[in-house]
């Protein structure tokens, strides 16, 4: 579904050039629940930015679904990003004065949807995580773990084709972590939703089917996970 | 995003920012009520002015003309200048509806009385009834102006200068013109309230009478020429301007001239609504500084909310959605604030015109111009931030 080519990426100051990406090479099939592990700094999250088409700057070769979208307009990323990926960032990125149900309607109203309705769909959604009861609540007033659900229901409201996860549980505590990290497992089983993880914890691995280790910016290996 | 869903979520963005969105429309709501409050009494005033200059009971068009002769003792004279055949002349112009003498209507007139040996002006009004309710005497009745009774009632000034006291004047005689009248009543002077105060009359006498005895033939020196609908007054004027310098009676004697009110009523007009302008457009200033204060509220409102764009971006929204939203916040901000002031602005030229004595206009120009006006600054003012918006780079915001 996504193949990377050949991508490097270098980071430009005045005084030097940073390599950030060197040589990728990877194929992610459907279905699959990716972790991508390494220490800080070694490149990871500037690759999962790049396959989810939110970084454009870089070389090589990108394509989705076949289709390479470097010179893609701005709407046509956009409605990428709207429809084909969701994203579950590690500090959840709600929008903080809107109420829980305002919060996951957002993808769909981008995707066309007017305001009468979205009701099924985010109610749905909202019950999948397992928040349905929060729904009128303001982000604030929910605990890390309730308000990542909330994150989990918006990346999935539109269906996307795969869910991309910046260490989702990197500000939660061990708990709610587990928690967390079940509700992609399951997501990713019985939905067949793919998932692209990143974190540097080791533990989170075995929730996952393939491991991705980074380092300076190279694939220093990938194997699959039996789980 | 569907363009109402896209103005939903920028109202909603003004709701959550109830109190910045509040202070901001301020400066709109006072700039937009004090550009409405003068052009509404601006223009009221204007209309009135030009409704007073142009009074007239018919909707027809009518025009005078004025001989000027050479030589003024001409019009001392008992000469007849307009004559039969002239007005019949100018009757067979095409578009003349009819031309007949000025007619004189007056209600009152100066006229000299002597007092003590001196003579000094009095105001005469020319009354069909009258309500002066006399302390001395009685007051003029219908009988008097069935029969063109010779009576006259005064007041008690103009009775103490005459005959020492009010009493003493009571039947007294009151020549006017070298005509004698019976004072048959003396009412109490009126005190003026201010010089600016119509002067109170100091002699009421029958109408039926002072026709009787005073008055004059009809002037012939001016002729109402009335014009008939559909014809322009200028070029029919004009006309019977030249038949009369080629075949009137007194052409070698002097000129034919039109008296052209609505020149003058032009000028006046134009002098009221350029100085009405004038001053809105010194109000306008307020607009701009208001238009600023939108563009501030909207610069800090976009750095405030770098994040949440960021989050709309990464879940689908094009660069155009949330442009356009920053822009309809605008927009729908100064709108907002317009729609106030443009009542506030009307309550308060009401306020102020009642208090004046003036009307207020309330017209479609002044509605158009506070909805157009602060549609306008709302835009112009947010096209920066909303671009600022728009433009930052995805991957530096999301970090």
């Known amino acids: 579904m996504n193949t990377l080519q050949n991508v490097n990426k270098y980071y430009k100051t005045d005084e030097e050039s940073l390599h950030v990406l060197n040589n990728i090479d990877l194929q992610i099939e459907k279905g699959e629940f990716v972790a991508v592990m390494g220490p800080s700094g070694s490149g990871k999250s500037t690759l999962i930015n790049l396959i989810g088409f939110i970084d454009r700057k870089f070389e090589g070769t990108y394509l989705f679904e076949g289709e390479s979208l470097i010179n893609s307009s701005d709407d046509k990323l956009s409605k990428i990003r709207n429809q084909s990926v969701g994203f579950v960032f590690q500090n959840f990125s709600l929008i903080e004065n809107n109420t829980v149900y305002e919060n996951v309607e957002l993808p769909l109203l981008y995707n066309g949807f007017g305001f009468g309705k979205t009701r099924k769909k985010v109610l749905s959604v909202l019950e999948k995580v397992g928040i349905r009861d929060k729904a009128k609540k303001h982000p604030k007033q929910l605990s890390g773990g309730q308000q990542q659900r909330v994150a989990i229901a918006r990346a999935l409201v539109n269906s996307p084709k795969f869910i991309i996860a910046d260490e989702p549980t990197g500000a939660l505590d061990t708990g709610t972590s587990t928690e967390i990290m079940e509700l992609f497992q399951e997501l990713n089983r019985t939905e067949g939703v793919t998932i692209i993880l990143v974190t540097h914890n080791p533990e989170m691995i075995q929730y996952c089917s393939r491991l991705i280790s980074i380092r300076d910016g190279q694939i220093i290996e990938d194997k699959e996970l039996n789980t | ?399």
């Open chain 2, 1 to 399: 995003m569907k363009f109402y869903v896209t103005w939903r979520t920028s109202l909603r963005a003004i709701m959550k920012n109830r109190k910045r969105s509040i202070l901001t429309m301020i400066g709109i709501v006072i700039g937009i009520a004090s550009v409405i409050t003068i052009m509404a009494l601006g223009r009221g005033f204007q209309k009135q002015t030009i409704k007073s200059l142009t009074a007239t009971d018919s909707d027809e068009v009518s025009v005078t003309v004025d001989f000027t002769p050479d030589d003024s003792n001409l019009l001392t004279s008992n000469a007849v200048i307009f004559q039969e055949t002239d007005l019949q002349q100018i009757e067979t112009i095409e578009g003349v509806k009819s031309a007949e003498y000025v007619k004189e209507d007056i209600d009152s007139a100066y006229k000299d009385v002597l007092i003590r040996g001196k003579k000094e002006s009095k105001q005469i009004d020319f009354v069909s009834s009258t309500n002066k309710n006399p302390t001395i005497g009685r007051d003029l009745t219908q009988e008097d102006q069935d029969i063109h009774n010779k009576v006259v009632i005064i007041d008690s000034d103009t009775a103490k200068n005459l005959f020492g006291s009010s009493k003493n004047a009571l039947n007294r005689a009151f020549e006017l013109d070298g005509q004698l009248f019976t004072i048959v009543g003396i009412y109490p002077a009126a005190k003026l309230a201010s010089i600016f105060s119509l002067s109170e009359s100091n002699v009421y006498m029958p109408r039926t009478t002072y026709e009787d005895y005073f008055k004059e033939k009809q002037a012939t020196s001016s002729v109402t020429v009335t014009i008939e609908n559909g014809y322009t007054p200028n070029k029919v004027t004009s006309k019977v301007v030249k038949r009369l310098q080629s075949k009137g009676t007194m052409r070698n004697a002097g000129k034919y001239q039109v008296l052209d009110l609505s020149l003058l009523t032009d000028g006046v007009g134009r002098i009221l609504s350029t100085l009405t302008y004038f001053i809105s457009a010194i109000a306008g200033i307020s607009l701009f500084i208001a238009g600023v204060g939108v563009m501030n509220m909207m610069y800090i409102s976009v750095s405030e909310r770098t994040h949440e764009i960021g989050i709309r971006r990464a879940m689908g929204a094009t660069e155009r959605s949330i442009k356009l939203q920053f822009l309809l916040e605008g927009v729908t901000l100064t709108l907002i604030g317009g729609v106030i002031g443009y009542i506030l602005g009307i309550a308060l030229a009401s306020l102020v015109g009642h208090f004046l004595k003036i009307p207020i206009s309330v017209d479609f120009f002044t509605i158009a111009l506070a909805g157009g006006v602060s549609t306008a600054i709302g835009l112009i003012f947010s096209v920066m931030p909303a671009s600022s918006a728009a433009k930052k780079d995805l991957i530096d915001i999301l970090r």
